[in-house]
C-alpha cells in the first residue's frame, strides 16, 4: 500500500475498509464522499472496487463494511454526508425500464448500523444535459410527442447527512456569521450571513456551478472505460462549512483525485482520505500537493 503524507493531508492507496480498521475510535470529526454508485459504473479491475460488482446486492453487502467502520471511527455527535442520486433501472441490465430508490437504500444501510438520518439537500441539475449525456428514452422530446406515459423527470443529485448519536463535544459556532458563498452569485441583503444561511438551508441547492471541479483529465488510463466525475467544490465548501469547524480532521473513503481533501485543507481542516485506483491517487497527491502549496505562493506576492 502506498501512502503519501502531509502535516494538514495523509492519503492512502488501497481499499477503504481494510486501512480504516487501523484507525481508532472517534478518529475523525467529519466524513463527506461520493460513493460508487452501485453497479452503473466500474470504477477498475480490482475485486476490492465497489463498483465493480455483479448486481446491487453485492454492491450492498461490500458497502456494509464500510457504513460499519464510519460508525466506529466518526465521533459522537458529529455527521457523515454522502452524495448520491436515485438510479436508471436499464430494460438490458434490469429487465425494466424506472428508476431504483439508491438514495433511500444507503439511507437504510446508515441507519441499521445506528446512524440518525439527519438532513437531505436535492441538488438542480439540467434536465437537458442529463437527456444529451444519457440518452435517455423518458427525458427525450420524441418521446413526449409520441407516447408520454414512458416520460419522467431528470434525476437530481443529494447530499444526504447521517449523525452519529451522542453528545458533539467540539461545538461547530459560527461566531462572526457567514460571510464566504459557495454558488453562482453572491446573496446581497442587510445581513450578509442571514441571507447566506437562507440559501443554505434550503432543502434545493439551485446554484452549484457544475463545472466548478478539480481537473479530472489528469487520472485517466489509457485504458479506463470509465466513469470519472468528481463532487464539485461549492457542494464540499457548504457542506464543510456547515459541519466541520477549522483544525477538524475530515475523512473520504473515496478520495478520487482530491477534492474533498483539496477543500478541506484549503478551509483549514486536516484531511484522510483512501483511493484504491493509482491513477487517481496519482492525481490527488498532486492536487494535494497544489493546495498546500497555494498560501506560500501568495505569500511571496
Known amino acids: 500500500m502506498r501512502q503519501e503524507h502531509s502535516k494538514n493531508w495523509s492519503l492512502y492507496n488501497g481499499d477503504c475498509v481494510g486501512i480504516l480498521k487501523n484507525f481508532e ?37 461490500h458497502f456494509k463494511f464500510l457504513v460499519k467502520e464510519l460508525y466506529r471511527t466518526i465521533k459522537a455527535g458529529r455527521l457523515v454526508s454522502f452524495h448520491c442520486m436515485l438510479i436508471p433501472a436499464m430494460k438490458e441490465r434490469d429487465g425494466y425500464i424506472g428508476i431504483k430508490d439508491f438514495r433511500g437504500d444507503l439511507i437504510r444501510m446508515f441507519q441499521a448500523e445506528g446512524f440518525i438520518f439527519h438532513s437531505e439537500v436535492t441538488i438542480w441539475k439540467d434536465p437537458l444535459i442529463e437527456a444529451v449525456r444519457t440518452k435517455a428514452l423518458g427525458l427525450m422530446h420524441k ?23 451522542g453528545v458533539n463535544e467540539n461545538f461547530i459556532t459560527h461566531d462572526t456569521g457567514l460571510t464566504c458563498y459557495a454558488g453562482a452569485v453572491t446573496p446581497e441583503g442587510d445581513v450578509l450571513s442571514h441571507e447566506i444561511w437562507r440559501k443554505y438551508a434550503s432543502p434545493v441547492w439551485m446554484d452549484i456551478r457544475q463545472t466548478n471541479t478539480l481537473n479530472k483529465m489528469p487520472a485517466r488510463d489509457e485504458k479506463d472505460e470509465k466513469h470519472i466525475c468528481p463532487l464539485q467544490l461549492d457542494v464540499i465548501e457548504r457542506c464543510l462549512t456547515l459541519w466541520s469547524n477549522p483544525g477538524d480532521v475530515v475523512f473520504s473513503p473515496f478520495g478520487g483525485i482530491g477534492s474533498e481533501g483539496y477543500k478541506s485543507v484549503e478551509m483549514g481542516r486536516k484531511s484522510v482520505a483512501t483511493e ?6 496519482d492525481v490527488a497527491v498532486k492536487n494535494m500537493q497544489m493546495i498546500e502549496n497555494k498560501p506560500k505562493q501568495l505569500e511571496l506576492f
Open 25 to 61: 475510535d472517534n478518529s475523525f470529526d467529519y466524513s463527506i464522499f461520493s460513493p460508487p454508485f452501485a453497479s452503473l459504473y466500474t470504477y477498475s479491475d480490482s475485486i476490492n472496487d465497489m463498483g465493480n460488482c455483479k448486481s446491487d446486492d453485492e454492491f450492498y453487502k
Open 143 to 165: 418521446q413526449l410527442c409520441k407516447d408520454s406515459s414512458m416520460c419522467r423527470q431528470g434525476l437530481p443529485d443529494y447530499v444526504i447527512s447521517m449523525r452519529k448519536p
Open 276 to 281: 484504491l485506483k493509482s491513477s487517481y491517487f
